[in-house]
């Protein structure tokens, strides 16, 4: 069955309506909009977007929302970023680099435990990570941090690697194969609710990549 005729009887499907989160933050893409809660990101929870492979290109579905939040007081957050991702949000024009945020924990220190504490801190509007582990305990209590702060928390994981199925926030899933891009809403038990084909975009990084000096706020690893 193809990828369209998949999505017709996903979406087709009678299910009971999502309630939507008092306030959201618009996701500005026309095509993820059909998919997200209500139209956009909750401003506070924690949303998974598991994706084939580390390279994955996936910024595109977030830099206009992140653009729309850079020019808020608060910070863009984001531990220990891959250089793709953050390569991207770096160069996306719309974005404010001087309101990023970004910090590599020292080796020594749980990556996991500093995500906690931005979160839970209110000083980000978003806090953006890639952890490598895999347990409840973590996605509770991100959860509860993101709650307290007022924080958009965003979890970027490999999908072959996400073993358990966690009923915490937001979870979408970006799949990729020969006709594009389809990206799933998941419910509480891993089932897929609704989706959306995107176009197929690759990550233009030919040009420069701004170097670590040259926009927001990098913290980086003790000696």
Known sequence: M???????????????????PPVIIPADHVALANVLP?????????????VPAEATE??????????????????LGMVAPPYLPRASILSFPGIEVSRILQINPHASRSGLWTVEQLLQSGICSV???????????????LQQAAVAGNTLGILFRIARFCRRVYR???????????EGR???????????????ALERRSADL??????????????????
């Open 38 to 50: 209500a139209g956009g990101w909750p401003q506070r929870g924690l949303v998974e977007i598991m």
């Open 58 to 75: 996936v910024m595109s579905l977030l830099t206009p929302a992140l653009a729309r939040l850079s020019r808020q007081d608060r910070w």
């Open 2 to 20: 193809s990828t369209v005729r998949k999505l017709y009887h996903l979406n087709a499907r009678e299910r009971k309506p999502v309630k939507p």
């Open 127 to 141: 806090v953006m990570a890639w952890p490598a582990c895999d347990t409840e305990l973590m996605a509770t209590r």
């Open 182 to 196: 389809v990206v799933y809403r998941l419910d509480d038990h891993g089932n897929r609710v609704a989706g959306v």
């Open 168 to 178: 915490t926030g937001l979870r979408l899933v970006l799949e990729e194969d020969a």
């Open 206 to 223: 030919s040009a420069r990549a701004p170097e670590p000096g040259c926009g927001g706020r990098n913290i980086l690893r003790s000696p």
